[in-house]
């Protein structure tokens, strides 16, 4: 198999990482873009070099030939394009949040699974370093069997100049980044059968909820938090670290600001430095971030290579949204909430 050709649509805020990280990618290249506005094109195109260009993802598909779509575009259009794609016979990457409803979702993973065309949401916060180190401490059993864990984001870090869209939406915390935290609590922790959530806002100039805690039972009787805010001001601004805290049978696992590991166990207390590498291209404080898109995509061309599914398909991210759509629930009926009626 030659050289995977990719299309990305939507030329945003953050396709900009998606570009970059391609060009580090083994086995696949953008080859075509597609954005309904012309600057976002040409500021997309320009220092890219890419030169196919398109205002509409149809003309795109029609003309191109693809291996792949990058969908980098915003919730709204990602059913229309992703089952676009699906009619065109083409494999695809969306963006998260996948769906703002799970109608939504399981029409676009059913468009696919019919098309019998690859799918992958890219949930790439699990694909930081910093959380595979502890994937693989917890997956090699060095703390035992894992019984209580906590995954925290607390920040006060300003996304709004950035990504405008995020301070008007009626839903803002768990549907944009707490949605990452639930899959990577989904990652350590496996699925998850219930759960209980409170949500507040702090900030008076912005329309959604800035902060979510919420409590999670898991199928292996595992009890984690996962706890989100964007109004906590920290002596050191941790923005966008995800902290960790895993308490198992044989010991316990700390993942603290600074990247800064520590393992206890019965061999004694192991610490180990994780930051994240710093790409040429990256930037602080978005670098772990920035390596974490690098990461799917290459797993993403790995799978569709060898024909495997990728980590965060679109079936798996089902269950991440069905947390994000129960938190919702749980937050506004203030009960416990059964993931499986999602
Ligand atoms: P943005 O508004 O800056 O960019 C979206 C672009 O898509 C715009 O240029 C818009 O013109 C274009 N677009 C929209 N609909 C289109 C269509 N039908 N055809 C062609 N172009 C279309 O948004 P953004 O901040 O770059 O966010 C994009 C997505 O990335 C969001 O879903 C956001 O949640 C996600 N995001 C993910 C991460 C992460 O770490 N995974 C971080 C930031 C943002
Ligand atoms: O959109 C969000 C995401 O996915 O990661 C961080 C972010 O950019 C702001 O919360």
Partial sequence: MGELRGGLIGCGFFAINHLHAWRGVEGASIVALCDRDPNRLAIAGDPFEIVSR???????????????????TTVSSHRPLVEMAARHGVAVICQKPFAS??????????????????????????????????????????IGAPFWGRVSFRSAYDVFSGQPYLATGERFIIEDLGIHILDIAR???GDVVALTARTRRVNPAIRGEDVATILLDHENAIASIVDCSYATRLAVEPFPETLIEIDGS?????????YQLVVTNGRG?????????????ASRPWHNIQESVQAIQQHWVDCLRERREPATS??????????????????????????GSM
């Fill in 187 to 189: 990652f350590l922790f």
């Fill in 250 to 258: 044989e010991g316990s696992l700390r993942l603290s600001q600074g």
């Fill in 314 to 339: 679109g079936r798996d991210n089902l269950k991440t949204l069905a947390l994000v759509e129960a938190a919702y629930q749980s937050a506004a009926t203030l009960r416990k909430v059964d993931v």
């Fill in 269 to 281: 207390v192991h610490r180990r430095d994780v930051s994240p590498p710093l790409l040429p291209w």
């Fill in 101 to 142: 409803s799970m109608a939504d979702a399981n029409a676009m993973v059913a468009a696919c699974r019919d098309a019998d065309v690859p799918l992958m949401v890219h949930e790439n916060f699990r694909w930081q370093s910093a959380i595979q180190a502890v994937g693989g401490i917890v997956g090699r059993g060095e």
């Fill in 54 to 72: 398109y205002s509409d993802a149809e003309a795109m598909l029609g003309r191109e030939k693809l291996d792949f779509v990058d969908i980098a």
